[in-house]
């Protein structure tokens, strides 16, 4: 029996003994995890090269659909076509609207007929009427009423025909400018409606001796972008081939889903080497911004409620809310309430507790 106290004793006192160095240990390795290299927040800011998405699309490009009901009698064109500004595309025929604008010409002719024959007749009495008694005064007023009625209806009848030649004129599909035809959908004998624009259009044309090309930049950087700011660009069809243009146009308007404003470039192409559509790669040197402060890339903590750094003020981790800018291979552009002496933690992470004395 005595032996067993004396094991048990003795286990205890060695279980003493362990779980004493065990805690000793713990406390060893906490304080050395309480050393944290750190880093100067300096004022300065840091260029950034990015890559961004882009495509070529065409200076100007227009679906062509019917603007009369008709049938297609020929065309003219097919795609891959090279047409010129009122070249004529095809032609379409309607005998209705054929016959309506005949009968619209011969109203105009009659009431011009008529129209001459009682300004005529106006005439011949007024100069009648300059002896004294020889027409009557509601003579010579009743023939200038009529002079001027049939005046009234003659113009109508002009307008109405003015108007059937313009619809008819719709039966000849002319290009609005110089491009490529790139889709055709239609064949003689076809029906074609004016009212189904839901339907697939009768032509495509685009304008392709200028290309735009189109690219996304984000609102932070977009803010700092000039008219004529020369950037460099390489094409997906063309590997390797450094292009480069000139900024033509912004437009302006932030896209709210994904804080990005349009930019467009103007690229000719006069020997039709470039297509619309050509995925490209835009090259951007976002310039670094006067008011940024610069740490390192790991100084920053991103979490699922905030963006920060941790600052030691005082010997103590102060968490400090940011925004950040550029970035670069080993640092990041911050903004926020930071002074030049500040300090921060380089291998910042969310395990760091407010308020933590820091041993650097």
């Known amino acids: 029996m005595k032996q067993y106290i004396i094991l048990i004793t003795l286990a205890g006192g060695l279980y003493a003994c362990s779980s004493g160095a065990a805690t000793e240990k713990k406390k060893a390795v906490k304080n050395a995890a309480a050393h944290y290299e750190i880093a100067p927040v300096k004022k300065e800011g840091v260029s950034e090269s990015i890559k961004l998405p882009a495509q070529l699309t065409a200076y100007q490009e227009v679906s062509i ?51 001459t024959i009682s300004k005529e007749n106006y005439s011949r009495l007024l100069e009648a009427s300059q002896t004294k008694g020889a027409i ?18 003659c113009n109508a009848e002009k307008a109405s ?65 000039k008219d004529k700011t020369r950037m460099d660009f ?39 080497e470039l297509n619309p559509g050509m995925y490209a790669d835009v090259i951007l040197d976002a310039g670094s911004s006067p008011d940024a402060f610069a740490v390192p890339r790991s100084a920053v903590v991103t979490s699922t409620e905030r963006k920060y750094v941790i600052l030691v003020r005082d010997g103590k981790a102060l968490k400090v809310d940011v925004i950040t800018g550029n970035t670069s291979d080993d640092k990041i552009e911050i903004f926020g309430d930071f002074h030049n002496d500040d300090k ?5 992470n969310d395990e760091i507790k407010e308020g933590q004395v820091i041993n650097k």
Request: overall charge neutral.
């Open 344 to 348: 921060v933690i380089v291998n910042a």
């Open 65 to 115: 659909f019917p603007k009369v009901n008709g049938y297609v009698q020929a065309v003219l064109v097919d795609i891959g076509a090279k047409v010129h500004k009122g070249q004529l595309l095809m032609t379409l025929q309607d005998p209705e609207l054929e016959q309506t604008s005949v009968q619209a010409r011969e109203k105009y002719a009659r009431a011009q007929a008529d129209y």
């Open 161 to 225: 025909w003015d108007m059937e030649k313009a619809i008819l004129s719709y039966l000849q599909v002319t290009a609005p400018f110089d491009g490529v035809i790139t889709e055709r959908n239609v064949h003689p004998g076809a029906l074609v409606s004016a009212a189904g624009r839901e339907q697939k259009p009768m032509l495509e044309l685009k304008q392709v001796d200028k290309l735009r090309l189109q690219v996304d930049v984000p609102e932070h950087i977009a803010y700092s972008l």
């Open 234 to 272: 390489y094409l997906s069809a063309f590997p390797g081939k450094k292009m480069s243009a000139e900024i033509a146009r912004k437009s302006a308007n932030i896209n709210i889903a994904y804080r990005m404003e349009r930019v467009e470039m103007d690229i000719p192409n006069k020997n039709g």
């Open 136 to 153: 009557s005064p509601m003579d010579l007023a009743s023939a200038k009423a009529k002079m001027q009625a049939d005046s009234s209806l």
